[in-house]
């Protein structure tokens, strides 16, 4: 469903913007969707908008088809990007998982900011930020989408998110499109 309206109470979800994530093959230009990111996160601390900043640090136990890296990641794999401009308002959510929500205190801190929709953003589109925007609808919030601030591994995964899934969770909007209601919204 195309972008209709953002809550009084709505925050920003970035999802993996990391230095190890960033560094792999992307379907599109991983610096491109770091800028889109930040742009987001710009103005909603500028509204007064609670920000929170993901990183993935590990993966969940379990079997899994995809290989486990038997060397060890870069010392700043984990790191978000200096373009996001962290402050210290921000709320940083480290997971193990796929999915933003589980084994973190998100939606706890989401509930006790009062926020009843959340805008995602990150990489990679079909892995962390599709689980997340899944999680997010399940916990019973309006979510939307930010289209041109995804990115993934694959391009066929990428686009089956966007095309099949994200319309199913929630709204979806450009950045730009974002950026406008927020204004129009928050003034």
């Given at each position: 469903?195309?972008?209709?309206?953002?809550?009084?109470?709505?925050?920003?979800?970035?999802?993996?913007l990391?230095?190890?994530?960033?560094?792999?093959?992307?379907?599109?230009?991983?610096?491109?969707?770091?800028?889109?990111?930040?742009?987001?996160?710009?103005?909603?601390?500028?509204?007064?908008?609670?920000?929170?900043?993901?990183?993935?640090?590990?993966?969940?136990?379990?079997?899994t088809?995809?290989?486990?890296?038997?060397?060890?990641?870069?010392?700043?794999?984990?790191?978000?990007?200096?373009?996001?401009?962290?402050?210290?308002?921000?709320?940083?959510?480290t997971k193990?998982?796929?999915?933003?929500?589980?084994?973190?205190?998100?939606?706890?801190?989401?509930?006790?900011?009062?926020?009843?929709?959340?805008?995602?953003?990150?990489?990679?589109?079909?892995?962390?930020v599709?689980?997340?925007?899944?999680?997010?609808?399940?916990?019973g919030?309006?979510v939307?989408?930010?289209t041109?601030?995804?990115?993934?591994?694959?391009?066929?995964?990428?686009?089956?998110?966007?095309?099949?899934?994200?319309p199913?969770?929630?709204?979806?909007?450009?950045?730009?499109?974002?950026?406008?209601?927020?204004?129009?919204?928050?003034?």
């Amino acid at each position: 469903m195309s972008l209709t309206t953002l809550d009084q109470r709505t925050a920003l979800l970035v999802v993996d913007l990391q230095e190890g994530i960033v560094s792999l093959p992307t379907v599109h230009p991983a610096a491109d969707i770091v800028g889109r990111a930040a742009s987001l996160a710009k103005a909603f601390r500028a509204h007064g908008l609670p920000v929170v900043l993901i990183n993935v640090a590990g993966g969940a136990p379990g079997r899994t088809d995809l290989p486990r890296s038997t060397s060890a990641p870069k010392p700043n794999w984990t790191d978000l990007v200096p373009q996001l401009q962290a402050s210290d308002d921000d709320r940083l959510v480290t997971k193990k998982s796929w999915d933003s929500f589980h084994g973190t205190a998100l939606d706890e801190y989401l509930r006790s900011a009062s926020i009843s929709q959340v805008v995602i953003a990150g990489i990679a589109t079909s892995i962390g930020v599709e689980s997340t925007a899944r999680s997010a609808h399940a916990h019973g919030y309006n979510v939307t989408l930010a289209t041109d601030g995804t990115t993934d591994l694959d391009a066929e995964a990428h686009y089956n998110t966007l095309e099949r899934i994200f319309p199913k969770l929630g709204e979806t909007g450009t950045t730009a499109e974002i950026l406008t209601l927020l204004e129009q919204t928050h003034q």
